[in-house]
């Protein structure tokens, strides 16, 4: 069964950077598109940022391009998030998933594409 496990969140100031890590358990990481999102109190669920299962193709939302990127380390089983230029309205709980598909050349946006999820890590920033 596949565990996922996000950390680095925490409370910055605007402008700051955070990178958060996702460890997963599964041997078969690497097989996987693995994506981020986030959950900021009162909304919806809401793509971050994803990548295929080889690195070779990333997908960004909008409001993060340029200023997040997304990462992963097949031998280390984990997935990143860097975040840079932080801003008030990154604030959320942000979770990492793992795609349904193996070795799929598609990074979806959609949720429902995502079999297996993380507990989340908090990030607030602040002014």
């Known amino acids: 069964q596949v565990q996922l496990v996000e950390s680095g969140g925490g409370l910055v100031q605007a402008g700051d950077s955070l990178r958060l890590s996702c460890l997963a358990s599964g041997r078969t990481f690497s097989r996987y598109t693995m994506g981020w999102f986030r959950q900021a109190p009162g909304k919806e669920r809401e793509f971050v940022a994803g990548?295929?299962?080889?690195?070779?193709?990333?997908n960004y939302a909008d409001s993060v391009k340029g200023r997040f990127t997304i990462s992963r380390d097949n031998a280390k089983n984990t997935v990143y998030l860097q975040m840079n230029s932080l801003k008030l309205e990154d604030t959320a709980v942000y979770y990492c998933a793992q795609h349904s598909t193996a070795l799929s050349y598609m990074v979806p946006q959609s949720a429902s594409r995502y079999g297996y999820w993380g507990q989340g890590t908090q990030v607030t920033v602040s002014s």
């Open positions: 990548i295929m299962y080889s690195g070779d193709i990333t």
